[in-house]
């Protein structure tokens, strides 16, 4: 006859081969998918308390500076810094949070979330480890800046191109004459 389903364990009920995190409520891999989330998230927040200390730190000492070229240099530093933290919490805020709250949702039967499972883990879980060597390391960040900016300003330029030409037409463009009924001015 038919096909015939065969469990094949831990990693092979999924065509993604990775940990399973969405499970349910009665699942056996439930304390160790929850263990894993909970890590994640304690890790999130002591970093996150770690980074806004040092946020709070430079803030301190760029409001204590004098005025002068040495001061504007250490300034500009340290915004740079909060900056850069600021988009470190954010993209690891962003990347695992909906996945624990999917996550989450799923276990308690909100909704079925195994649909979402192949693209969430392949796709939106990997951004953040992609994101944070850009973030960290000045010459590709800097070089990234460069491309965005330069693109940025392509485009630009292509839409002034595009919108001054459309004005042209438009001058040069006059309605025919459209045939008065008397009485009208």
Same mark, same amino acid.
């Given at each position: 006859?038919?096909?015939?389903?065969?469990?094949?364990?831990? $990693?092979?009920?999924?065509?993604?081969?990775?940990?399973?995190?969405?499970?349910?409520?009665?699942?056996?891999?439930?304390? $160790?998918s929850w263990s894993l989330l909970g890590t994640n998230f304690v890790c999130f927040?002591?970093?996150?308390?770690?980074?806004?200390?040092?946020?709070?730190?430079?803030?301190?000492?760029?409001?204590?500076l004098s005025q002068g070229a040495a001061g504007d240099l250490v300034r500009n530093?340290?915004? +740079?810094?909060?900056?850069?933290?600021?988009?470190?919490?954010?993209?690891?805020?962003?990347?695992?949070?909906?996945?624990?709250?999917?996550?989450?949702?799923?276990?308690?039967?909100?909704?079925?979330?195994?649909?979402? $499972?192949?693209?969430?883990?392949?796709?939106?879980?990997?951004?953040?480890?992609?994101?944070?060597?850009?973030? $960290?390391?000045?010459?590709?960040?800097?070089?990234?800046?460069?491309?965005?900016?330069?693109?940025?300003? +392509?485009?630009?330029?292509?839409?002034?191109?595009?919108?001054?030409?459309? +004005?042209?037409?438009?001058? +040069?463009?006059?309605?025919?004459?459209?045939a008065r009924e008397p009485g009208h001015t």
């Amino acid at each position: 006859g038919g096909v015939s389903h065969q469990v094949l364990g831990f $990693y092979g009920n999924d065509p993604v081969c990775l940990f399973k995190f969405f499970v349910s409520a009665d699942d056996h891999q439930i304390i $160790y998918s929850w263990s894993l989330l909970g890590t994640n998230f304690v890790c999130f927040g002591i970093i996150s308390i770690c980074y806004i200390t040092v946020f709070g730190i430079t803030s301190a000492s760029s409001s204590s500076l004098s005025q002068g070229a040495a001061g504007d240099l250490v300034r500009n530093r340290n915004q +740079r810094l909060q900056r850069k933290i600021s988009i470190i919490i954010l993209t690891d805020l962003l990347c695992w949070l909906p996945f624990i709250i999917i996550s989450f949702l799923h276990t308690i039967g909100k909704i079925d979330a195994s649909p979402w $499972y192949a693209l969430l883990s392949i796709l939106v879980l990997p951004i953040n480890s992609v994101i944070n060597p850009l973030l $960290y390391d000045e010459i590709i960040g800097s070089s990234l800046c460069g491309l965005l900016r330069n693109a940025s300003n +392509r485009v630009r330029d292509f839409v002034n191109t595009i919108t001054t030409q459309i +004005r042209n037409m438009a001058s +040069r463009y006059t309605p025919p004459d459209i045939a008065r009924e008397p009485g009208h001015t």
